[in-house]
């Protein structure tokens, strides 16, 4: 009854997902650089202090400001996201496969610990879940952390250091 990875229309999946996945972060970016900047302590006039000065300061100045680094987390997010979806769904489909077919059918130097093996079957699904969980993080996270790293630098730049 479960859906298995090869059974799904990826090019769907990976446009529908990651293009609302996309609009969020365009959305939400401004009060990303807003939080940014407060929390290394950048002091610009133009830095709101408050919700309600963020929101006002947001209309009234220049609204690139608020999109610093934006480039740089669109272009490596859509890969990014592209890479852990199929890295988690790929990975937990053959470790749950090969983990059952391992306790179903167990080399002989096992095989004598059968009704131990078997007790296991409840915990295949989950185990497979959360490896695979674990790969497709740090999978991803080699591509995250760096462009974490840019796109923050170019939201704390104030408007005489940052070129557009």
Known sequence: SDTKWSEIDKTRLYLI??????????ALHP???IK???????????????????SES???????QYYRGLGVVISLAIPTRIIYISVLESSRE????????IILNPPASIAKYNNQLQSL???????SGG????????????IV???DVISQKQMVMNDSTYKH
């Not at 950048?42 to 309600?52: K, M």
């Open 17 to 26: 997902g990651t293009g609302l996945y996309s609009f969020l972060t365009v």
């Open 31 to 33: 009060l990303t650089v």
């Open 36 to 54: 940014i900047r407060k929390q290394v302590g950048v002091t610009t006039p133009e830095l709101p202090t408050s919700i309600i000065s963020s």
């Open 58 to 64: 947001l209309i009234k100045s220049n609204i690139h």
């Open 94 to 101: 053959r470790i749950e496969s090969n983990a059952r077919e």
């Open 121 to 127: 079957l409840p915990f295949i699904t989950p185990f």
């Open 131 to 142: 490896v695979a969980g674990g790969l497709a993080a740090v999978s991803s996270q080699m």
């Open 145 to 147: 952390v760096p462009m």
